[in-house]
């Protein structure tokens, strides 16, 4: 079955960085899009950025120039590098391909 786990979030300063994780299984990994999402309190999801299989990016307006999506095929293996988080950076992050999703993890920026 499919399974995106992801991990790397936690408590960081305004201006910190941290790099999330995503390892899939039960899918052909290297010759399919994954996308990062990302809920805050009491807003809906959004996306942050997503990466074809041959590495072509999108990102949100919010993010460019601080978030970097990258993949390891190798690895079965998506990331996101953010760096200068901003408060309103705080939210739960998910790991997403087709319809499926992760189980998120917490990115909390402190002030």
């Known amino acids: 079955q499919v399974q995106l786990v992801e991990s790397g979030g936690g408590l960081v300063q305004v201006g910190g960085s941290l790099r999330l994780s995503c390892a899939a299984s039960?899918?052909?990994?290297?010759?399919?899009?994954m996308g990062w999402y990302r809920q805050a309190p009491g807003k809906q999801r959004e996306l942050v950025a997503n990466?074809?299989?041959?590495?072509?990016?999108n990102y949100a307006d919010s993010v460019k120039g601080r978030f970097t999506i990258s993949r390891d095929n190798a690895k079965n293996t998506v990331y996101l590098q953010m760096n200068s988080l901003k408060p309103e950076d705080t939210a739960v992050y998910y790991c997403?391909?087709?319809?499926?999703w992760g189980q998120g993890t917490q990115v909390t920026v402190s002030s």
């Open positions: 997403v391909w087709s319809h499926y």
């Open positions: 039960g899918i052909v990994f290297s010759i399919t899009a």
């Open positions: 990466i074809t299989s041959g590495g072509s990016t």
